[in-house]
């Protein structure tokens, strides 16, 4: 939990400020108010908090208050300021929703997003002056009712019957095809789990068969929320291309065509691993012990742990063009700061205890080159890099929290020792010393 689960949650609130936060029922109601919690975004303090305060779990005064501090949050926004059509906003409409701004700020967020799993002989991006024909096909193929459309291949995306016949018939004829499989919500959403990673019911054999008719390009867009085992179309030479789009949104089919046709050059990066069907199967899917156990033969998940076979590893993603990188600038050694009276835990005192006052002055500045070749424009380390540009970005670590871990008992260390920093292709050791 210490490790793994509850350090993006300590990060929000810490680092990002926030003015609420909340967790579950009567009691933890309670909890939360006894510690200064004000409002809960969802509808537990609103049905929990009477019984809490019958319970005597919490005092009535407790509740008094976080109703004042809510109450002063809204004046501070203006809720009580009179007319609201003459306020600061007041002024906003429907016609404010769907601005040209809005529509490219969605068309820019999708295009940014879209992931290039595969791409054999550089098939893509597809001459828009080349291509005469273009087959779109499979059951996310239209988004306008929840991505099913006239040319869909199945019915839905759980594809229980798949219209195979139709499907060869078109793909047959046209110059390049794209099929768009996946899942959408009625398959994976919040409180919606799947039960299988691999594409949902005929979708694999639908995709075979399309691809073995195919006279040209044939590639294959995922849209899920989730990765996938896609093994056999990687495998597959006829598939020549893989894209995930994940859930685009409004202008998801735009930036597809963007990326296909090459007006837009691909530099989304996976968020997550993508595991085999074989992974879901065999390891229990509610243990949530993060570290491989070879007692148990649990094999660990994430990057982190996880060293088995992988369809497509965390942070994989190709692009049109090619860029190099080198390290300008780091350090090789890093002295921390710490108390003097710490008690080492190992006879070379091999770690120190991150804690207040314990693990100090641990900043450290890396310096990394990049050269983009080529003549795509490309986005790679957080940065926009048109052809041939070279830049320089900077990032700063925190020794002690960036390089920490935590041990059985919960306690935050940092190992000291060598370390290695890892940005893209490049590496760097450094070393720890207090």
């Not at 202008?251 to 597809?256: D, Q, S």
């Not at 590893?313 to 860029?323: A, D, N, T, W």
């Not at 710490?338 to 190992?346: M, N």
Request: net charge negative.
């Amino acid at each position: 939990m210490e490790d793994t689960y509850q350090p993006p949650f300590k990060s929000c609130v810490l680092d990002g400020n926030v003015a609420s936060v909340i967790k579950t029922p009567e009691q933890v109601a309670a909890d939360a108010l006894n510690a200064g919690l004000d409002l809960n975004c969802g509808n537990w303090l609103k049905s929990k908090t009477m019984a809490a305060v019958k319970g005597g779990l919490v005092e009535e005064l407790v509740v008094n208050k976080a109703v004042s501090n809510n109450f002063a949050t809204l004046l501070r926004l203006g809720f009580f300021d009179g007319d609201p059509s003459k306020q600061m906003y007041g002024k906003l409409g429907p016609e404010d929703v769907c601005t040209p701004a809005h529509r490219e700020l969605a068309h820019e967020a999708a295009r940014q997003g879209i992931v290039l799993l595969k791409n054999a002989l550089q098939s893509l991006p597809l001459s828009a002056t080349a291509i005469n024909s273009l087959a779109v096909i499979g059951p996310n193929a239209n988004a306008t009712t929840t991505m099913i459309g006239n040319y869909a291949g199945c019915s839905n995306t759980k594809c229980a019957d798949a219209q195979l016949e139709e499907a060869r018939k078109v793909a047959a004829k046209a110059d390049a095809v794209v099929l768009v499989m996946g899942t959408d919500q009625s398959i994976e959403a919040e409180s919606l789990d799947r039960t299988s990673i691999s594409l949902p019911g005929q979708q694999n054999r639908l995709v075979s068969e399309v691809a073995s008719v195919s006279k040209g390009p044939v590639i294959l867009v995922i849209m899920s929320g989730g990765g996938m085992d896609i093994q056999f179309a990687k495998e597959n030479p006829k598939i020549t291309s893989i894209l995930w789009v994940g859930f685009p949104g409004e202008a998801g089919g735009t930036a597809l065509a963007d990326v296909i046709f090459g007006r837009y050059n691909p530099g989304g990066r996976l968020s997550m691993t993508w595991y085999p069907q074989f992974f879901a199967e065999t390891v229990n899917m509610t243990n949530m012990n993060m570290r491989a156990n070879l007692t148990t033969g649990h094999p660990g998940y994430t990057y982190r742990f996880y060293r088995g076979t992988t369809v497509y590893p965390f942070g994989y993603g190709l692009s049109y063009s090619r860029f190099v990188q080198w390290m300008v600038r780091a350090p090789k050694l890093v002295k921390l700061s710490s108390d003097e009276d710490q008690v080492c835990r190992f006879p070379e005192c091999e770690t120190i205890e991150v804690d207040d006052g314990v693990c100090r002055n641990s900043g450290f500045e890396v310096v990394i080159g990049v050269k983009m070749l080529g003549k795509w424009m490309e986005v790679t380390v957080l940065v926009f890099l048109a052809p041939q540009e070279v830049r320089l970005v900077r990032f700063e670590v925190d020794g002690c929290r960036h390089l920490s871990v935590v041990d059985e008992d919960g306690n935050r260390k940092v190992a000291l020792g060598e370390h290695v920093l890892q940005v893209g292709d490049v590496t760097h050791s450094l070393y720890l010393q207090t």
